[in-house]
């Protein structure tokens, strides 16, 4: 089967990261019967450098012909500490969102055996955490209007908005995403304060009982960052929205060693995006020594979400975690005697073709 695939690098490491993923990508249709086709699209800095767009219309179509977008990452100090920029690299990323639809972004949690000792928690407490974080996407804080600034400058305002059918959609995932796993689902939200968490909870009270054997809990988003770090193993799925989101996948991305190992999908109404969940890494950017294994799992994801292929992704996964038990690894795991990125992806791909 012909597969295509849209390949956004975008900025810092994206380029050298997803260059491994193709590796890897291509060895394992070798084995599933799978014809991939590449083309690159423009996003980023780099888009806004050559076009004045983050996310040009030419790449916003490559992903609509497309079956699944392999993102690298976008981010470039030129414009952090620049809060005057008319145009930014991260609007790209939420343009891409809300034009492709993908109003759910899901981040497996998942620790490695070999790098358990690199968790800031005790093995004791991370030892085994596995849960899966679905993040709404296209809705709330990020998007609502109106967003900006008074005329005389001195008073900023966003606004964080929920719809019934957006709340409905992410809920309805989490909880089939619970069925398939161990049925517990813990819902974040703050609805001690926030009226959008009041309906968010509405909307799970009224679905939750069509799935009697899932558990369903709510918790506060500030207790939520906190039992992340102190008993990640009590958590099976956890859905929230999109801030709330951001902040403890990150949060709950470091607990496993390395925020270099995270993969992610985004899904949606159009062409699912799979990208690692770290940044741009400028500082690495072109030095072959960034963690490619991220957007190496990414492609695992794509496997089975996109092509429903459970066999590439676990082609992938059991090429890592020999990776990982051969200290085949990049500096961030292992600043001893390092592989570099390529090396890394070379030798994921070599097992992939032996196995
Ligand atoms: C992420 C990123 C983005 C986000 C930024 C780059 C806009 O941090 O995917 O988590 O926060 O949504
Ligand atoms: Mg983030």
Redesign the pocket.
Known sequence: MEIKIAVLAGDGIGPEITQQAIKVIDKVCRKTGHKPEYSEGLTGAIAIDKTGNPYPEDTHRLCMESDAVLFGA??DPRYDNDPKANVRP?KG??EMRQKLGLYA?IRPVTTFGPLLHKSPLRKDIVDGADFLAVRELTGGI?FGRPQGRSEDGNTAYDTCVYHRFEIERICTLALNFAMKRRRKLTMVDKANVLATSRLWREVMQELAPSYPEVEVEYMFVDNAAMQIIQWPRRFDVIVTENMFG?IL??EASVITGSLGMLPSASIGVHTSVFEP?H?SYPQAAGRNIANPVATVLSAAMMFEHAFDCEEGGRLIRNAVEASLEAGVVTGDIDDTAPASTSEVGDWLAGWIEKS
Do not use: K, S, V
């Open positions: 976008i981010g991260e990323l939420l972004n990020y951001d996948t990150d969940i940044g």
